[in-house]
């Protein structure tokens, strides 16, 4: 299959995926692995990028992970995933995490992480994808905060 090289929107990459923390999430003190949830952001941010992409894609990076509320067993969390920047073969992915008490409602956002994808082609090698359109000012925002984002990733490789 081959994958389309137009331009597309940043909501076409939304994904949204909900998860319900049960015991073998947690600890013995009823806290969420923080583990867990990263492999649930690497889920949510690989899946934003495959429907981008239209391709199978692989993990390069993710940036530190600061949580700002704990996670307990049985919240819901619900993770958020959306692209924010495009380069020739790299995309970039925030993705936000929310956890949700099914009773009560209450909701409280315990980190945002920023991922990086590559699209690979049937052999595994990085091939070309789509450009990201900014239709909004925010989406232009958030692709110059991304690109400041990417050259300090770059900056630290060296």
Request: some cysteine; charged content about 25%.
């Amino acid at each position: 299959m081959k994958a389309s090289t137009s331009p597309k929107n940043a909501s076409a990459s939304r994904i949204s995926i909900g998860q319900l923390m049960q015991p073998e999430h947690a600890n013995n003190l009823g806290n969420v692995h923080g583990g867990w949830i990263m492999k649930l952001v690497d889920d949510a941010g690989a899946l934003a990028c495959m429907r981008h992409a239209q391709r199978r894609v692989v993990t390069v990076a993710i940036d530190s992970m600061v949580f700002t509320h704990p996670i307990r067993l049985g919240d819901l969390v619900l993770l958020t995933a959306e692209l924010t920047r495009v380069g020739r073969t790299s995309m970039e992915v925030e993705i936000q995490v929310v956890a949700e008490n099914p009773i009560t409602g209450e909701r409280r956002r315990t980190n945002t992480a920023y991922a990086v994808y590559v699209a690979l082609d049937d052999e595994g090698a990085p091939v070309p994808v789509a450009p990201l359109l900014a239709e909004t000012e925010d989406e232009r925002i958030r692709q110059a905060e991304a690109q400041e984002r990417q050259a300090r990733r770059l900056k630290e490789q060296s």
